[in-house]
């Protein structure tokens, strides 16, 4: 099992309903090992590569409405 670890930056985080919203959006997403989001739109992300895909979890953040600015801040 490869777990991999990154936080991206996404637009659309205003309040702390928005963050509950970005959760419920990639909760029950499987492969999916943890996740954390913040006011600033700062999310990590770890995931079981072999279960799941970085553009899998992004792809379920967009459809929630919250789109990854350009710039990833760390990968990990």
Do not use: Y
Request: proline share 1%; charged share 25%.
């Amino acid at each position: 099992m490869a777990t991999q670890t990154e936080t991206i930056q996404v637009s659309g985080v205003r309040c702390e309903r928005c963050v509950g919203r970005l959760a419920a959006a990639i909760r029950d997403h499987e492969g999916l090992e943890a996740a954390n989001a913040n006011l600033l739109g700062e999310v990590m992300l770890a995931w079981n590569d072999e279960q799941t895909s970085r553009e899998e979890l992004v792809g379920a953040l967009a459809k929630a409405g919250f789109r990854e600015t350009t710039a990833s801040i760390v990968p990990g």
